[in-house]
């Protein structure tokens, strides 16, 4: 068992700037592959970016590739995500999730989940 909690959503301007943090706790948080997905209101949860349990292989979708970066903190148990150049359709609710298998950008293959935390984008 892993428990994940989001934090640092909030509301920002467009062209803006957020850091997303996810806290790790229960099991030994350098065992699990982490990835960040968002939902957006009457849309299905989407991939955003994963990273391996070294931290040295991310992926991204396209939609944020070169304007998100995502990274973890093996000693604080923690991972974040880096938004830049936010847009509108950014907007929407950010999950980070955690595996023990290789990260994926499929929401079923995640097993453990937080509770999300809100990001809006103004224009």
């Known amino acids: 068992q892993v428990q994940l909690v989001e934090s640092g959503g909030g509301l920002v301007q467009a062209g803006g700037s957020l850091r997303l943090s996810c806290a790790a706790s229960?099991?030994?948080?350098?065992?699990?592959?982490m990835g960040w997905f968002r939902q957006a209101p009457g849309k299905e949860r989407e991939f955003v970016a994963h990273?391996?349990?070294?931290?040295?292989?991310?992926y991204y979708s396209d939609s944020v590739k070169g304007r998100f970066t995502i990274s973890r903190d093996n000693a604080k148990n923690a991972v974040y995500l880096q938004m830049n150049s936010l847009k509108p359709v950014d907007t929407a609710v950010y999950y980070c999730?955690?595996?023990?298998?290789?990260?994926?950008?499929?929401?079923?293959?995640?097993?453990?989940w937080g509770q999300g935390t809100q990001v809006t984008v103004s224009s």
């Open positions: 229960g099991r030994t948080f350098i065992s699990f592959a």
């Open positions: 990273i391996n349990w070294r931290g040295d292989s991310t």
């Open positions: 999730a955690a595996t023990l298998y290789i990260p994926t950008t499929q929401v079923h293959g995640y097993v453990y």
